[in-house]
């Protein structure tokens, strides 16, 4: 009885170890509520900058110091890199990230060409906001808060994406290093953040000392 249970208990170790760290089910969350959040940030971003053309004097919800002012950042070039808001990539780009999240939920095999392609955008997409987070810092001297919910949203669906991509074979990458930032999957994008946040903490420390 001790040596069957023993066996037993070896084989069901070993179908555990067989198991991914990223399961489907943890990346189609990931996805879904990360593209929903993105969009949702987006479309409110749209909406306050119609509101702010329709009238040069309207203050948008998202402005309210010197430092957390939507307004200040909307009127500037960098909000229109490619000739239209910005929020407008967002608004398209990430319904599909959220869709393709609900499909994996769904117990949808998605293809090794989309898993790619939303690495891609999400390259890009990740990217982009840093750029846009340079700006804020050191060359607007501002900080919009919608557009940080979608900064956030990035790091974390560019983070997991990539490492759900390296684990299953979709990226190629040194099985070591994988293995090992997949154990800590939740502390990449944690400690991405935390170096944004000081980063953002330091640049402003003189405002910040004020409210103390």
């Known amino acids: 009885m001790t040596a069957t249970a023993d066996i037993a208990a070896q084989v069901d170790g070993d179908h ?13 969350w990931i996805l879904t509520v990360g593209g929903l959040a993105g969009a949702l940030a987006a479309f409110v ?19 309210i ?4 002012s939507c307004g200040s950042i909307m009127t500037t070039t960098q909000a229109e890199v490619f000739g239209f808001p910005n929020p407008l990539i ?18 949808a095999r998605l293809p090794r060409c989309w898993w790619l392609a939303l690495q891609g955008g999400a ?14 810092l050191y060359r607007i001297g501002a900080l919009c808060p919608y557009c940080m919910v979608v900064w956030i949203v990035m790091i974390v669906v560019f983070s997991y994406l990539t490492l759900y991509n390296a684990e299953r074979g979709h990226l190629r990458a ?9 154990r800590i999957h939740s502390t990449v994008p944690l400690l991405w953040l935390l170096i944004l946040t000081v980063l953002i903490g330091v640049q402003f420390w003189d405002y910040w000392r004020t409210l103390l």
């Open 123 to 136: 390259l890009f997409g990740v990217g982009f906001v840093h750029w846009l987070f340079f700006q804020s």
């Open 45 to 63: 971003l749209i909406v306050e900058k119609v509101a702010l053309l329709k009238d040069p004097s309207y203050t948008p919800s998202c402005s």
């Open 65 to 68: 110091n010197p430092i957390l």
């Open 16 to 28: 555990h170890d067989d198991q991914p760290a990223l399961t489907d089910r943890l990346i189609g």
């Open 90 to 107: 967002g608004v398209a780009a990430f319904p599909v990230v959220a869709a393709s999240g609900a499909a994996v939920l769904a117990g």
């Open 174 to 182: 040194p099985r070591r290093v994988t293995d090992l930032l997949v």
